[in-house]
C-alpha cells in the first residue's frame, strides 16, 4: 500500500478517496485518451460510511486514502449505488479488509453483485424513495434504472446536501483537480459529451424522465459527485451540467454534417472531400472523420450534436471496409436519433458497400435523401461534382429544417 496517497476533503464530512487511472485508453470499446478516475467516497460520523469502491486494480490506492483519514475498519457501511465493476471490483476485498455491519445496495443491483462474485454476499435492499439513516447520517435513494444498468441508482447525503450519482454527470477524465470549476471549462464540456455520446445515449428516454421528475423530489442538491471525473461544487456548474444533459437526450437536429469514411486508394476520400466541399459551400458546419485516424466513439461524440450522416466505404471482399462496419455496429447500439443522410463509396467490379451501408443506415433510422453515389474505381470529375451536390444538398435541408 502506497501510505503517501491521501484522501481529499470536499465538504464537513465527506472525502473523495478513489483513483486516478492515467493509463487507461479504451474503457469497453470507448477510446478514453485522457484517463479517467474511479470516484469513491468516505462518510464520516457515528457510524463511517463508504460510497462505492473501485476498480479492481486500485483497490490498494482507495485503502491508502481511507487510511490517511481513519482506519479502514472503522467503516460500518458500505452503499453500492452501481453494480459495474469499474465500481465493484474492490468490494469483495473491502468487505473481507472491514468487514462492515451492512452492505447496501438496490433491488437490481443486489441481483447483479451476486451474478458477479457468485458467493453469498450479504446485501441489504435500499428502495426506491427510501429515506434512512445510519448512525448520526440522513439518505434518501432514488432508483435510476437504465442509467445506465437496471441496477445504478443515486445515494442523497441529506446532511451536506450532496447528490452521489454514480455514472450520472460523470465524463472519464483523468484530473488531479477534483472540483469541475478548478478545471477548463472546454475539456470538461467535451469529456461530459463524449461520455454522454457512448454511455448514455441508448437511455434518452430514461435521462428525460429523470431530470423531469427532478424538481419534484426537492432535494436541495449542493453537490454532485459522480463516480468518474470531478465533482460539481457550485450551482453554476451543477447547472450548466444538467442543461447540457437535458439538450444531449433531446437529440435536436443542428446544421452540422458529419462525413464518415475508409479508403482503399484515396477514391473514397476524394469523394469524401468533394461532399465536404459542398457543405462548406452552404456555410453548413461539416466534421470529416477518416476511420484510419478517428476512434468509434469520437464518431459517436460528433453525432451527438449533428443533424446529418454520410457515410462512404470502398468495396473490399463483397463488403464495406472492415473499419467503417465497426462504426456502423458500434452506432448502431448506440442508436443516434433525428439524422438525415446517404452513402458513397468507389468499387472495383462489385460494389456491394454502398448499398450495404444504406441497409444499416436504416436500421439506425436515419432519413435517406437524394441519391447515393458510387462510381467504379477511381472518381472523374463529373463524378466528384455529383458528389459536390449531394453534400450541398443535405447541408440545404439542414438550414430549412429538413
Known amino acids: 500500500m502506497n501510505n503517501s496517497l491521501e484522501a481529499i476533503k470536499i465538504s464537513d464530512r465527506v472525502y473523495w478517496v478513489g483513483a486516478i487511472d492515467n493509463e487507461i485508453r479504451d474503457f469497453h470499446g470507448y477510446s478514453t485518451l485522457r484517463g479517467t478516475t474511479y470516484n469513491a467516497y468516505l462518510i464520516l460520523g457515528e457510524k463511517p460510511i463508504l460510497i462505492d469502491t473501485v476498480k479492481a486494480p486500485f483497490f490498494s490506492e482507495m485503502m491508502a486514502r481511507i487510511s490517511s483519514v481513519i482506519e479502514p475498519e472503522k467503516i460500518s457501511y458500505i452503499i453500492s449505488n452501481h453494480a459495474e465493476m469499474d465500481h465493484s471490483g474492490s468490494l469483495l476485498p473491502t468487505?473481507?479488509?472491514?468487514?462492515?455491519?451492512?452492505?447496501?445496495?438496490?433491488?437490481?443491483?443486489?441481483?447483479?453483485?451476486?451474478?458477479?462474485?457468485?458467493?453469498?454476499?450479504?446485501?441489504?435492499?435500499?428502495?426506491?424513495?427510501?429515506?434512512?439513516?445510519?448512525?448520526?447520517?440522513?439518505?434518501?435513494?432514488?432508483?435510476?434504472?437504465?442509467?445506465?444498468?437496471?441496477?445504478?441508482?443515486?445515494?442523497?447525503?441529506?446532511?451536506?446536501?450532496?447528490?452521489?450519482?454514480?455514472?450520472?454527470?460523470?465524463?472519464?477524465?483523468?484530473?488531479?483537480?477534483?472540483?469541475?470549476?478548478?478545471?477548463?471549462?472546454?475539456?470538461?464540456?467535451?469529456?461530459?459529451?463524449?461520455?454522454?455520446?457512448?454511455?448514455?445515449?441508448?437511455?434518452?428516454?430514461?435521462?428525460?424522465?429523470?431530470?423531469?421528475?427532478?424538481?419534484?423530489?426537492?432535494?436541495?442538491?449542493?453537490?454532485?459527485?459522480?463516480?468518474?471525473?470531478?465533482?460539481?461544487?457550485?450551482?453554476?456548474?451543477?447547472?450548466?451540467?444538467?442543461?447540457?444533459?437535458?439538450?444531449?437526450?433531446?437529440?435536436?437536429?443542428?446544421?452540422?454534417?458529419?462525413?464518415?469514411?475508409?479508403?482503399?486508394?484515396?477514391?473514397?476520400?476524394?469523394?469524401?472531400?468533394?461532399?465536404?466541399?459542398?457543405?462548406?459551400?452552404?456555410?453548413?458546419?461539416?466534421k470529416v472523420m477518416p476511420l484510419s485516424v478517428f476512434h468509434r466513439s469520437d464518431v459517436a461524440a460528433e453525432l451527438l450534436e449533428a443533424g446529418a450522416l454520410i457515410m462512404g466505404s470502398p468495396t473490399i471482399n463483397?463488403?464495406?471496409?472492415?473499419?467503417?462496419?465497426?462504426?456502423?455496429?458500434?452506432?448502431?447500439?448506440?442508436?443516434?436519433?433525428?439524422?438525415?443522410?446517404?452513402?458513397?463509396?468507389?468499387?472495383?467490379?462489385?460494389?456491394?458497400?454502398?448499398?450495404?451501408i444504406q441497409n444499416d443506415l436504416e436500421t439506425l433510422k436515419v432519413k435517406l435523401v437524394e441519391n447515393p453515389i458510387k462510381t467504379n474505381y477511381v472518381p472523374d470529375n463529373n463524378c466528384l461534382a455529383e458528389c459536390r451536390k449531394l453534400g450541398q444538398s443535405i447541408a440545404r435541408m439542414l438550414k430549412n429544417g429538413h
Not at 101 to 122: C, N, P, R, T, Y
Not at 248 to 269: F, G, L, R
Not at 347 to 352: A, P
Open 95 to 286: 468487505i473481507e479488509a472491514i468487514q462492515p455491519e451492512k452492505v447496501f445496495a438496490s433491488k437490481m443491483g443486489i441481483a447483479a453483485l451476486k451474478s458477479h462474485f457468485h458467493s453469498q454476499l450479504d446485501l441489504t435492499e435500499i428502495k426506491n424513495g427510501g429515506k434512512f439513516t445510519l448512525g448520526d447520517a440522513s439518505f434518501e435513494c432514488i432508483e435510476t434504472r437504465m442509467l445506465h444498468w437496471p441496477d445504478s441508482m443515486f445515494t442523497y447525503f441529506a446532511d451536506d446536501k450532496i447528490l452521489f450519482s454514480q455514472d450520472g454527470f460523470g465524463m472519464h477524465l483523468a484530473t488531479d483537480k477534483m472540483f469541475a470549476d478548478q478545471n477548463d471549462k472546454s475539456i470538461l464540456e467535451h469529456e461530459a459529451m463524449k461520455y454522454f455520446a457512448n454511455i448514455l445515449l441508448p437511455y434518452t428516454t430514461f435521462v428525460t424522465k429523470l431530470l423531469t421528475a427532478f424538481p419534484s423530489l426537492n432535494l436541495d442538491i449542493k453537490m454532485l459527485a459522480p463516480d468518474h471525473g470531478p465533482v460539481w461544487r457550485t450551482h453554476e456548474d451543477i447547472s450548466w451540467i444538467m442543461t447540457l444533459w437535458k439538450k444531449w437526450a433531446e437529440q435536436k437536429p443542428t446544421e452540422k454534417v458529419v462525413v464518415i469514411y475508409d479508403t482503399m486508394w484515396n477514391s473514397t476520400a476524394k469523394m469524401a472531400k468533394s461532399i465536404a466541399d459542398g457543405i462548406m459551400a452552404e456555410n453548413v458546419t461539416v
Open 318 to 356: 463483397n463488403q464495406m471496409f472492415p473499419t467503417v462496419a465497426d462504426a456502423l455496429c458500434y452506432l448502431k447500439g448506440l442508436k443516434p436519433q433525428n439524422l438525415i443522410g446517404q452513402a458513397f463509396g468507389s468499387h472495383g467490379w462489385s460494389g456491394e458497400a454502398v448499398k450495404l
